[in-house]
């Protein structure tokens, strides 16, 4: 996957986040949660793109690693409103699922950067 089509995939993965808190009722708890959740979520696509500017291997993969922290967390603050907000359930479920496909790729691309990095100094 190229760094263009991630870059649309995290802004739109942010994006799908902002109109599910957008969708929920207001209450205390859905408020701290989604507010944590906007945060994390937005961090992913702009650490993202920060990565994509990185100055060598070692700060690129310094910053894919927030990226792989902020998608953590997003899940963690999907799973807690879907706690609370049982009728959401299929929406948040479908956020969940994407951000643990991209987690994926970013681990993916963690640990194929650092074995191309240890056999280029071999």
């Not at 205390?28 to 989604?34: A, H, I, R």
């Not at 899940?75 to 951000?99: D, H, R, T």
Request: net charge positive; aromatic share 8%; charged share 25%.
């Amino acid at each position: 996957m190229n760094s263009e089509i991630l870059k649309s995939r995290t802004k739109a993965y942010s994006i799908s986040i902002g109109h599910l808190i957008n969708s929920l009722p207001f209450n205390v708890l859905n408020k701290n949660y989604s507010n944590q959740l906007v945060r994390c979520s937005s961090a992913v696509g702009a650490n993202y793109r920060a990565a994509c500017r990185a100055k060598s291997t070692a700060d690129f993969i310094n910053k894919l690693k927030i990226v792989e922290e902020e998608l953590d967390e997003t899940m963690f603050f999907l799973e807690l409103l879907e706690e609370f907000n049982p009728p959401k359930s299929n929406v948040i479920k479908e956020n969940w699922k994407e951000g643990n496909e991209l987690l994926s790729i970013i681990v993916a691309a963690i640990v194929t950067t650092r074995r191309n990095e240890q056999n280029r100094k071999s």
